[in-house]
Structure formats: C-alpha cells, structure tokens
C-alpha cells in the first residue's frame, strides 16, 4: 500500500482573500506575528510567503482602482456644453 502524496505548504494556502480589506487584516495579523519571533522555521517561512502573496494582492487592487479614478477624473474634466 503507497502512502498519500504529501501536501506542499501552497496547496494549505487559503486563496487569495476574496476582498482588499480582508487581506489588509490579514495582512497585519501575519505581520504581528512576524514580528512576535516566536514562529517556528517552518511556520515562518509559509506566513512570510503568504504575506507576500497578500502584499501583492493589495498592490495590484490599489493599482486598478487608481487606474478606476485616473479614467473617471478624465471623463469629468472635460467641459460642459452650454446649449
């Protein structure tokens, strides 16, 4: 009999939080126990990586609603007809 096939620390990895808000908590959390030191190696390693993960998350939604606002300001700025 074959023993299961191992589960990699990504395939534990919850997604990507569904919200930009709940990645930010998560976010801090992960943070605060960074900088506790009290993790082990292993634990460490996979909450830095999810930290990652989440930063990049956060980037990019702050990039695309930058970008949301840069099309709406641009649409707002152009003159009105007096007719």
């Given at each position: 009999m074959t023993p299961p096939p191992a589960r990699s620390a990504a395939a534990d990895t919850?997604?990507?939080?569904?919200?930009?808000?709940?990645?930010?908590?998560?976010?801090?959390?992960?943070?605060?126990?960074?900088?506790?030191?009290q993790l082990p190696l292993d634990q460490l390693l996979s909450r830095y990586r999810?930290?990652?993960?989440?930063?990049?998350?956060c980037r990019e939604?702050?990039?695309?609603?930058?970008?949301?606002?840069?099309?709406f300001e641009a649409g707002q700025s152009k003159p009105w007809n007096d007719e």
């Open positions: 919850p997604p990507v939080a569904p919200s930009y808000e709940a990645a930010l908590q998560e976010l801090e959390q992960l943070v605060a126990q960074l900088d506790a030191g999810r930290g990652a993960e989440l930063l990049a998350f939604r702050l990039q695309a609603v930058e970008q949301q606002i840069q099309v």
